[in-house]
């Protein structure tokens, strides 16, 4: 069980702090309340914010397990062996192929088709280091090395779609091995979810992309993850009033949900709020704040209040470090409840507001 504290309670609000940091996983772990010293946890990488959000509400094994916990460790470490894999997949691609969903890097790439990909090949000591200044590369490999292999492969139209399917095959892979070792495969998670209960045309899968095929993928692996880690569904929906969300927050505990949300998918910056709440600074994002409309990102739930007529949600993000000595590192941000349920998604990742899959996953919490 994990303990919260409650920043503010009353009859129209809630407020929860996660403990900051994380337990040191060097310390050994007993069971009963954790009691390990708490030690920074550095902000997501890559393509594991769901990984580090649902962090925030499961419980933490660590490298020095009792033997109790055996069974957890086992779960956590293929779990993190996962998170591991994913990383080194990114690191191993050029920095611009995490610009393949913006609009610049989209344009950059698919203007690189193959005849202009032998272009530059051949003036590559000309034009190598206009473009890959250090600064560019930030540590990751050259992009020219990629411009090779889509020439020598020619089966793709330009760098963007080259590089989208060497991106999403790299995942997929590690993604169906993850499945395989928690003792499952795609066939039976397909079987499992892929059903007209769960509101989807039979053979759905077949009939996606390769990258769409990674995103519900990665959906599945994430719900398989929460349900090794003994989270479970939350029966709030978004359809539903701001009132039971409230109840939901204030009978179970901080929620995790994932959609068009979090700091991420904005672009614009937030502003720091002139109120305070426990002497901690609120973050807000001005109306018409200028955001990335496809990108999706997962948060945690932390709070909800009810100003007269207007509604309001607080969440965390794994954007941002958690630090034990100083928990303003952990920044709380505020949208309108409006902004929730227009831009949540489903636990398969589709924006509708009635789905049988549910919305949002929740942990076992003790409140001080």
């Known amino acids: 069980m994990l303990s919260l504290s409650i920043l503010e309670r009353t009859d129209t609000s809630i407020l929860y702090e996660i403990p900051p940091g994380k337990p040191d996983p060097k310390q050994k772990r007993t069971i009963g309340e954790d009691t390990r010293n708490r030690v920074t946890q550095l902000a997501y990488k890559g393509n594991t914010c769901w990984y580090y959000t649902l962090k925030f509400i499961r419980q933490q094994i660590g490298k020095k397990p009792c033997e109790e916990l055996t069974k957890e460790r086992q779960i956590e470490k293929l779990c993190s062996l996962r998170r591991k894999a994913y990383t080194q997949h990114e690191n191993s691609l050029p920095a611009v192929a995490d610009q393949l969903f913006t609009e610049k890097g989209s344009d950059v790439l698919c203007s690189i088709d193959l005849a202009k990909a032998k272009l530059y090949v051949k003036n590559k000591q000309a034009i190598q280091p206009m473009i890959e200044t250090p600064e560019a590369l930030e540590g990751r490999p050259s992009l020219f090395p990629f411009i090779e292999e889509f020439i020598k492969e020619g089966k793709k139209n ?70 090794a880690y003994g989270l479970q569904k939350s029966s709030w929906t978004p359809l539903q009033k701001i009132d039971c969300l409230m109840k939901e927050l204030q009978t179970k505990g901080p929620l995790y949900v994932v959609g068009n949300l979090g700091r991420p998918t904005y672009v614009d910056e937030p502003f720091k709020m002139s109120q305070k709440i426990s002497e901690r600074d609120i973050y807000a994002w001005r109306p018409g704040a200028t955001r990335n409309p496809d990108l999706g990102h997962a948060i945690l739930l932390v709070g909800a209040k009810k100003v007269q007529d207007k509604a309001f949600v607080y969440f965390i993000d794994s954007v941002d470090p958690s630090d034990p000595n100083d928990r303003s590192k952990q920044k709380i941000y505020m949208i309108s409840y409006t902004n929730l349920t227009s831009n949540i998604c489903d636990l398969h990742g589709r924006g509708q507001q009635n789905s049988p899959v549910g919305y949002a996953y929740q942990g076992t919490f003790k409140m001080n």
């Open 158 to 227: 330009n760098m963007h779609e080259f590089l989208l399917d060497k991106k999403f095959k790299g995942r997929n892979e590690i993604d169906l091995g993850f499945l395989i070792n928690l003792g499952t495969n795609l066939e039976e998670v397909l079987a499992s979810e892929i059903t007209t209960a769960n509101e989807y045309e039979k053979n759905h899968y077949e009939t996606l992309n390769k990258l769409e095929k990674s995103s519900l993928l990665g959906f599945f692996v994430c719900k398989i993850s929460a349900e």
